[in-house]
């Protein structure tokens, strides 16, 4: 295995510099001096060490003044692959992609974490068999997995902590169901801040705070400050469908008044079934709003204004930029997003509004998938591991021939 140059077998700060190119734009060599505030000499240094493990690529760019194109370096989409899982209320979505970002292959099925955690790993564990060999990818350059569960999530252990509704699934440490299956490092999250990270970056906003809902069968909140996830000392930020009010209808938890059990996809199949609509998932609810049907628009615009209400208080207490709907229960209508902003804009300070944007997601479906890849990319492209990488000699791609 190749050793980097001697000028690079002391020192650091590979990793620090990869932070810059990873950006969605990457970076110029200018770019990458202005915004480290390196040296030219130390930057171009730790580039060709960046470029001899293969983390990175350089793209030629038309340059603006006609004169010579400018050199633009960003993550090596060929350095290696990443399994992903987004494991939501009534669905598991399953993909592949390249470190650049690209969903190479997927699978997506309905399944009820509530069955137990066992069917639902051995599902996820399947369906990233049949992505890798569908690529044809090599398992050993599996360089990451990144994971959404329902369910709080333990800080820097990946265990799930006592989940509302799922038998089974406390304790549950889930790295532990993919160490030695797959190569690569584990990222484990609740799917609200899977989907919140994806959305953050994918907008390529510099949002100072921004707050994503999940609306499906359950109730989420995952939250970004200043580029970075809001996950509180262990992991429970950010946890709004259960938080009780003392007075209202009883919530699956047990708790009095929690907004899971007057709002989202559960609340709204129960009050369907009492018409005599069968509903177990929040895509089929969504179906009978662009449909028409006359209950579930009524059901989920209340849920909008019951989200509303909680949306109002989130805004009061963390002045957000930028609120984000998604979740299977969003779907394509207006009248959830339309019933959220009416109560809102009604009930919160001008001064926590003035700037605000309440939106859907821009990633759809797709936003825990992204989600995903995010949390294992920042496993994968985090600097002391970077560092430690190229000060071994690592390889990530091959050579070019």
């Known amino acids: ?54 983390y990175v690529v350089p793209r030629s760019t038309q340059a603006r003044t006609g004169g010579r194109p ?10 290696g692959y990443l399994l992903l899982a987004d494991i939501g209320g009534s669905h598991t979505r399953v993909a592949l992609s390249d470190l650049g970002g690209s969903l190479l292959a997927a699978r997506e099925d309905d399944v009820d974490p509530a069955v137990g955690p066992e069917p639902v790993f051995d599902y996820v564990r399947a369906m990233f068999d049949e992505v890798v060999a ?16 329902p369910a709080p999530v333990e800080v820097g252990t990946g265990r799930v902590v ?22 690569g490092r584990i990222a484990v999250d609740k799917d609200a801040n899977a989907m919140a990270l994806g959305e953050y970056r994918a907008a390529r906003r510099q949002d ?16 970004v400050a200043h580029g970075r996830l809001l996950v509180g000392d ?6 709004i469908g259960h938080m009780p009010r003392g007075t209202g209808v009883t919530c699956r938890c047990g708790q009095i008044g929690c907004v899971e059990a007057t709002a989202g996809g559960r609340y709204i199949a129960q009050r369907l079934a009492e018409v005599g609509v069968d509903v177990r998932a929040s895509a089929e609810i969504d179906a009978l709003v662009r449909g028409g049907h006359p209950d579930a628009v009524r059901l989920v615009r209340e849920t909008g204004q019951r989200v509303g209400e909680v949306v109002a208080e989130i805004v009061s207490l963390l002045n957000p930029s930028r609120v984000v709907l998604g979740g299977g229960l969003v779907g394509d209508s207006d009248h959830l997003l339309a019933s959220v902003r009416e109560v809102v804009y009604r009930t919160s300070h001008p001064l926590a509004t003035g700037n605000l944007r309440i939106e859907t997601s821009v990633l759809g479906d797709t936003a825990g998938l992204w989600g995903a890849a995010e949390l294992a990319l920042d496993q994968v492209l985090d600097p002391a591991h970077v560092d430690a990488t190229i000060m071994a000699g690592e390889r990530l791609a091959p050579e070019a021939p």
């Open 1 to 54: 295995m190749a050793q980097p140059p001697a000028s690079h077998a002391v020192g650091g700060g590979y990793g620090d510099l990869l932070q810059i190119v990873r950006r969605p734009q990457g970076a110029t060599r200018a770019q990458l001096i202005e915004q480290s505030g390196l040296s030219r000499t130390t930057v171009n240094q730790r580039l060709e060490a960046l470029l001899a493990a293969g």
């Open 234 to 239: 262990q992991g429970a930020a950010g946890d």
């Open 134 to 149: 569908e690529v044809g990818a090599p398992v050993e350059r599996v360089r990451g997995i990144g994971i959404g569960v």
């Open 208 to 223: 100072a705070v921004m707050v994503l809902l999940k609306i499906g069968m359950g109730i989420g909140m995952g939250i």
């Open 70 to 79: 400018a050199e633009v370096f960003r993550i090596n989409p060929a350095a």
């Open 162 to 183: 006592k989940p509302r509704g799922l038998p089974g699934w406390d304790g549950v440490v889930v790295p532990a169901l993919f160490a030695g299956r797959f190569p």
